[in-house]
T-cell receptor, first 117, second 112 residues
Framework: GAVVSQHPSWVICKSGTSVKIECRSL??????MFWYRQFPKQSLMLMAT?????????EQGVEKDKFLINHASLTLSTLTVTSAHPEDSSFYIC?????????????FGPGTRLTVT | GDSVTQMEGPVTLSEEAFLTINCTYT??????LFWYVQYPGEGLQLLLK?????DKGSNKGFEATYRKETTSFHLEKGSVQVSDSAVYFC???????????FGKGTLLTVNP
């Protein structure tokens, strides 16, 4: 159990367009989901914490108007990169923490590679 | 703030060699500690974890012990395989806000 999926797995878009990435917990409910960004050969950087039914909490330096996060249900969170630019090209990874348990372990999705041309 | 420091790679070993990847963490609070593995082009997979001092996490021949006195969580494996080639991340979980802080990652390459 504890499978997290992301869709799409990769996407190419033109500069100025918006892209939506979905993160789903397939076999458990997740009150809290996290969005990370990973640059080539670098570590994961936490972008924001997403809580079901409330506004996301963004890390310092992350533009909330550019990276829109919605967590509308206990199994789905979405990240929309608005007006994408080439510098937004990156590997975006989400994770989910199971609801109703004492374990705060995060389960990671396979990632979405975004390329902005 | 929370931080994790792990040895920088890349690390290149021959098959069946002994592996150690060092990791130290900031001791604020009582963090849980994790090792994640990332294969090329994929997301992170949990390799092992430890939630309190002196706990030993183990999986697939890998081990790491939560050492409070040295604030360390070093990853070890007695005999690596080619299939172990990947990037390994050490991470600490802040049990207050549930945020994970990752080390920079260590690229391991195992040659036949």
């Amino acid at each position: 159990g504890a499978v997290v999926s992301q869709h799409p797995s990769w996407v190419i878009c033109k500069s100025g367009t918006s892209v939506k990435i979905e993160c789903r917990s397939l076999d458990f409910q997740a009150t809290t989901m996290f969005w990370y960004r990973q640059f080539p050969k670098q570590s994961l950087m936490l972008m924001a914490t997403s809580n079901e039914g409330s506004k996301a909490t963004y890390e310092q330096g992350v533009e909330k108007d550019k990276f829109l996060i919605n967590h509308a249900s206990l199994t789905l969170s979405t990240l929309t990169v608005t007006s994408a630019h080439p510098e937004d090209s990156s590997f975006y990874i989400c994770s989910a923490a199971k609801s109703g348990t004492r374990s705060y372990e995060q389960y990671f999705g396979p990632g979405t590679r975004l390329t902005v041309t | 703030g929370d931080s994790v420091t792990q040895m920088e790679g890349p690390v290149t070993l021959s098959e069946e060699a002994f592996l150690t990847i060092n990791c130290t963490y900031t001791a604020t609070g009582y963090p849980s500690l994790f090792w994640y593995v990332q294969y090329p082009g994929e997301g992170l997979q949990l390799l092992l974890k430890a939630t309190k001092a002196d706990d030993k996490g183990s999986n697939k021949g890998f081990e790491a012990t939560y050492r409070k006195e040295t604030t360390s969580f070093h990853l070890e494996k007695g005999s690596v395989q080619v299939s172990d080639s990947a990037v390994y991340f050490c991470a600490r979980l802040n049990n207050g806000n549930y945020k994970l802080t990752f080390g920079k990652g260590t690229l391991l390459t195992v040659n036949p």
